[in-house]
């Protein structure tokens, strides 16, 4: 069938039935192409180090979340060649028939006691953890609560669980009890995230565990953006804040702090066996490849033996956070080496993240519904691996480009 065919065929259909007819009311983002002012799907010609090339030219990444600089490192690159050399470039199965590799069991041991659970279950993606053992755990008459500015992956796990979903108004513990009080009587799950991925604010954990005790509700912290970040030794929001034996199930990925792709979650050895036999995202996908198992093990190595990078990433964050205040930027409440830049209107973040990448900056453009409408942000993010000089370019680009736009001053 020849190209004029298969457009004959597609208009012979009537209008109002084709389910590919919003697939040509969709203009939005090549409009934004024909004016380059696109800032998605941007192509990298380098590691995701501080600084990476596209097109050739150097910008600064302040766009990433290799918090601590490792998907570059060597340790971590050996140890992923390592692991194709004995296993091969992937396991063709799932984990829960012929894919479980003897290194994927070791992870899991070698995950629980970082995070200091009884056990541990890893998943393809991080997105996936979310999906399976959320509609693994709640059911049809379960109660599912969860914070207004959770992660999109926990809003799809709730949708795939048959659980009734509320939301609680963003870090909002009154608005957090009164529905724990509304559902005193049926079976609950708390999911929150730890570091919140756009304001990069910090759950208020102690008021949900107290909260959670109070009214008989389990708990479980998305901590995608707190491990490798929070706490003395990395381990997160649970032990930022000394909970981590009343925090219930702690879910973690590998595509931050340690330098892969994939996910897992820890828990009591009980709950974990559970969500092992039931979580479909880990039963029907694929088993994470060698080289990013691999990679995860010697990542949290290194988190272990160079306490110092963790020192020097909140030594960089201090330092932005100070220079954009200063500067004049509204920057939110965020606590974390996130640091959204609050613009408000989207064509104006489209610009300014345009601007920047003329000046050498690459940062990313959050539009709704990504934020709430009308609250447009560039975010960006910082590793431990930014030296002072970088950082001092990246508040030099941002202060020329927000007065341009009229954003300070």
Not at 108 to 125: C, D, M, N, P
Not at 290 to 301: C, E, Q, R, W
Not at 385 to 405: C, I, M, N, P, W
């Amino acid at each position: 069938m020849d190209g004029r065919m298969v457009q004959d065929s597609s208009m012979a259909l009537e209008k109002g039935v084709d389910l590919f007819e919003k697939c040509c009311r969709f203009t939005k983002a090549k409009e934004l192409m024909n004016v380059h002012m696109y800032p998605y799907f941007r192509v990298i010609e380098s590691a995701q180090d501080p600084e990476v090339i596209i097109d050739g030219k150097k910008l600064i990444m302040v766009g990433s979340n290799n918090y601590l600089g490792l998907t570059n490192h060597p340790q971590v690159k050996e140890a992923a060649i390592g692991a194709i050399r004995k296993y091969g470039s992937g396991c063709a199965g799932s984990r829960f028939l012929n894919g479980t590799l003897d290194i994927h069991v070791k992870l899991e041991e070698k995950l629980a006691s970082f995070i200091r659970k009884e056990a541990a279950l890893v998943f393809s993606t991080g997105f996936q953890v979310n999906l399976g053992v959320i509609s693994a755990l709640a059911g049809k008459d379960d109660i599912l609560i969860i914070d207004k500015m959770d992660h999109a992956s926990i809003i799809d796990g709730c949708r795939l669980s048959y659980a009734n979903v509320v939301k609680f108004r963003h870090n909002d513990m009154a608005d957090l009890e009164r529905i724990l009080k509304e559902h005193k009587s049926h079976k609950k799950l708390v999911v929150v995230d730890g570091v919140f991925s756009m304001e990069g604010d910090i759950v208020n954990l102690p008021e949900v565990v107290a909260l959670a005790k109070k009214y008989q509700a389990r708990i479980m912290v998305d901590d995608a953006h707190g491990i490798g970040v929070l706490g003395k030794t990395g381990r997160g929001t649970a032990e930022h804040f000394g909970l981590e034996k009343e925090v219930d199930l702690i879910m973690g990925t590998y595509s931050k702090s340690l330098a892969s792709i994939g996910g897992f979650i820890a828990g009591d050895e009980q709950v974990i066996h559970y969500i092992k036999h039931f979580a479909r995202a880990l039963i029907f996908s694929a088993s994470p490849p060698p080289a990013s198992v691999a990679a995860v093990s010697a990542a949290l190595d290194i988190i272990d033996n160079e306490p110092e990078r963790i020192q020097r990433l909140w030594k960089n964050t201090e330092k932005v956070q100070n220079g954009f205040r200063a500067l004049g930027f509204e920057i939110g409440p965020t606590e974390t080496p996130i640091i959204p830049i609050l613009v408000g209107d989207d064509l104006k973040a489209f610009t300014m993240a345009m601007m920047l990448h003329q000046e050498g900056i690459f940062a990313n453009v959050a539009v709704s519904p990504a934020v709430a409408t009308g609250k447009a942000l560039i975010r960006t993010s910082y590793m431990a691996t930014h030296t002072e000089e970088q950082l001092d370019r990246v508040l030099t680009g941002f202060e020329k480009v927000g007065r341009e736009l009229g954003i300070i001053g």
